[in-house]
């Protein structure tokens, strides 16, 4: 489902991902660990195409994009940007509008749909991350865990191939990340791809396929959950999992 083939990406003179080589089947989670200014969030933003790697290649489904100093083909990064649905740590819903509004803006403008038939769709959406209750609510009248459930069924309006979360639970209350994992832990279950960037390691163990630790713009290690979590075998990966007990 997508290959990443030696991706760099420089902020100015700064370089924050050095060479970043990985796949991610269909149907896989992979999760992105590793310390605080790894390039994780860069990594993640560089999939939807909201950051443009300098050089490198992303390859999603059948289409394929190579990052150069020299110019690529605009509508090229359109098509590779639609793989993708991007859920953020700061949930980023419309203030004025309500829930099901947000859900719809997208859909509305992006496919020929009928606004009835979205609504169904969003109905079902917002039925299944527990938020149906609440679809006619504004933003502020919610709470983190609910408007982030919102913003979730938000991506998913779209059908992406591809689910990208950035920490999706690092702005909640403790008492709501439990309410936001288990609406991810269930799309996992159904079989959808997602690359989850996360500091919730009991959540990585029972979710990942494969655990990605990023260091210093490096994959430092890949593999199993059980191997890279409980059983690193780099330095760098057992000092960061130590600090985080
Ligand atoms: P992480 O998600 O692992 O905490 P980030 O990807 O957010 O790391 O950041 C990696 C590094 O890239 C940091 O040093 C950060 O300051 C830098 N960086 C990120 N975005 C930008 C930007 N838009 N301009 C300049 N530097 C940036």
Redesign the pocket.
Known sequence: MIDVINLKKS??N?T?LESINFSVKKGEVVCLI????????????CLNLL?IPNSGAIKMGDDQLTFSERKFKKNKLLTLRKYSGMVFQGFHLFPHKTVMENIIEAPLIVKKQSKAKLIKQGEQLLEKVGMIDHKDKYPDSLSGGQQQRAAIARALMMEPAIMLF??PTSALDPQLVREVLKVIEGLAKEGQTMVI?THEMNFARRVADKVLF?DGGFIVEEGPPEQVLDNPSHKQTKTFLQLLD
């Open positions: 902020f100015d700064t924050v590793g310390p605080s200014g790894s390039g994780k969030t860069t990594l993640l933003r950051e950035d920490e960037v990023i």
